[in-house]
């Protein structure tokens, strides 16, 4: 089944670390991809998105990502992180539905908490 | 702020029961989807409605159901309620009825199943 996965749960970090947060795709057709994040209490907004063109994207607040079609990953950097960043990180990928329909598919999360 | 607005924030009640949320898009978007996130299964995609017609349909179980008004403002019904539907019920929005751009999430629903 297509499904997208994200490889950590929780993440603890000091500030001013680096951070890496993984995401892999199950879908051999063409795909675009998403990273959301949701700050506590609030509502999922977008930081990043591929459709084409350069696999490096930059998105909002120094963030990053990579997306390596040779192994259905998108991965999500950030080379510095603040404990403003404490948040839970989505990524999503549209997947085909059937019918000629497309879905925006998400991976579980990763929790990610900054400590001062 | 997003432009979604979805109503109620909180929502208590019982098993056995029915209640129906409610979801503003933003102005202009046609396009309306629905999602349940809990603990063990995340956000999952449980249907979306373009212009008043239904456009794709994911892990929505039959004691579910939706639709959107003329005024695209759309409401997803849930009878017959079990504990297991306890969970963060999101809608999102967008222009179009596919998937190139990003979506626009509300706040949430949370309903407690008791």
């Known amino acids: 089944a297509q499904s997208v996965s994200q490889h950590n749960h929780h993440v603890i970090l000091s500030e001013a670390a680096s951070l890496e947060l993984g995401c892999n795709y199950s879908y051999g057709g063409t795909v675009n991809l998403f990273w959301y994040v949701q700050y506590p209490g609030q509502h999922l907004q977008l930081l990043l998105k591929y459709f084409s063109g350069d696999p490096l994207v930059k998105g909002i607040k120094g963030f990053e990502a990579e997306f390596i079609k040779s192994k259905f990953s998108f991965n999500l950097r950030k080379p510095s992180v603040q404990w403003s960043d404490t948040a839970e990180y989505f990524c999503a990928v549209n997947l085909y539905s059937g019918a000629g329909s497309y879905q925006l598919t998400f991976g579980k999360g990763t929790k990610l908490s900054v400590i001062p | 702020d997003s432009g979604v607005t979805q109503t109620p924030k909180h929502l208590i009640t019982a098993t056995g029961q029915r209640v129906t949320l409610r979801c503003s898009p933003r102005s202009g978007d046609l396009s309306v989807y629905w999602y349940q996130q809990s603990l063990d299964q995340g956000l999952q995609f449980l249907i979306q409605y373009y212009n008043g017609e239904e456009r794709a349909k994911g892990n929505i179980l039959e004691r579910f159901s939706a639709q959107q008004f003329p005024d695209l403002h759309s409401e997803l019904n849930l009878s017959s309620l079990e504990l297991g539907d306890s969970a963060l019920y999101f809608c999102?929005?967008?222009?179009?009825?596919?998937?190139?751009?990003?979506?626009?999430f509300g706040e949430g629903s949370r309903l407690t199943v008791l």
């Open positions: 999102a929005s967008s222009p179009w009825d596919y998937l190139t751009g990003e979506l626009f």
